[in-house]
């Protein structure tokens, strides 16, 4: 009797001790076989903490409570891609190639356009218009507009020498849900105070960038396309003189240059036409 109800008392201490280890606090803490969760997408959807401080050459003073309201509501991709394109912006006032497809498409207010993440290169404009150290960027607002499309509102203060320049701007990106990588990018942004002189000098400037930056992708594109179809148009623009069978003739093909001297001009005078808009508004 005594071995046996030793027994009982060595099975009761196990099961109080598995018991016990059963329950932590109060709260169960069992895992049964074969009903593993697996995580949901929406399990990035949390509100996400703030990101490190960063520090550039370009900008100073950062705001580091940008993605306290920040909710994604998307993939992980995408929410890690929008929280690096605040934290692009916050350093240097731009953005990395490496968070754009190849094939990337980009816009803006002062009719830059481009296609191809290797020209985030060149834009290079705020560096080379504002005084060195002098920028100030804070993030106001992150948002999700659609499952694959995010919105970053913030503004940019800097020095020029004729006076402070204050802009509110307008990120738009459209993302691929899988890769995260930006393929259509839109930007705007609005004058603080757009009577002043460092304002009305700053549309000027941007608009005469952009447009010398777009004349420079036209001759690359002519120079690529001439040099990939060399061989065919000479092939093509030779034939034999019918008097001659032994002679050949070079036929001369100017439609392509005359659309191109055409284009040239016609951007021209729109530039010039902007640029007067631009006077008269700041006036």
């Known amino acids: ?14 099961h109080t ?11 169960p803490n069992i895992c049964r076989r074969g009903t593993t969760r697996t995580p949901s997408l929406r399990s990035n959807s ?43 912006i916050c350093s240097t006032a731009g953005w990395s190639p490496r968070q754009f497809a190849p094939k990337v498409s980009y816009s803006d207010k002062a009719l830059r356009r481009f296609e191809g993440n290797e020209k985030y290169s060149r834009l290079n404009f705020l560096r080379e218009f504002l005084q060195r150290g002098s920028c100030k ?6 948002s999700m507009l659609d499952l694959d499309t995010a919105c970053i509102e913030w503004t940019l203060s800097g020095e020029h020498a004729l006076g402070t320049v204050d802009l509110r701007c307008r990120s738009t990106f459209d993302l691929n849900v899988i890769t995260g990588k930006v393929e259509v990018h839109r930007e705007d942004w ?15 400037s941007r608009l005469t960038w952009s447009l010398q930056e777009n004349l420079v992708d ?13 061989e065919d148009m000479e092939s093509d623009n030779y034939f034999v003189d019918p008097m001659d069978p032994k002679k050949y003739i070079q036929q001369q093909d100017t439609d392509f ?22 006077i008269e508004g700041s006036a």
């Not at 996400?48 to 520090?55: A, F, I, K, Q, V």
């Not at 036209?218 to 060399?230: D, G, I, M, P, Y």
């Open 46 to 88: 949390n509100r996400t903490r703030c990101l490190p401080p960063r520090t550039s050459d370009v900008v100073e003073n950062l705001s580091e409570d940008y993605c306290d309201d920040f909710v994604c509501k998307s993939s992980p991709a995408v929410e890690q891609s929008v929280k690096q394109l605040a934290r692009d």
């Open 257 to 278: 240059d005359d659309a191109l001297q055409l284009g040239i001009v016609l951007t021209l005078i729109y530039a010039c036409v902007q640029v007067l808009r631009t």
């Open 17 to 27: 001790m598995w018991k016990n280890l059963r329950t932590l606090d109060g709260v």
């Open 137 to 142: 960027v804070a993030i106001l607002k992150m």
């Open 1 to 14: 009797m005594t071995q046996t109800s030793g027994r009982v008392q060595g099975f009761s201490s196990f």
């Open 190 to 204: 609005d004058f603080v105070s757009a009577a002043s002189a460092a304002s009305a000098v700053f549309a000027v």
């Open 218 to 230: 036209v001759a690359e594109k002519v120079r690529e396309a001439a040099n990939q179809s060399k």
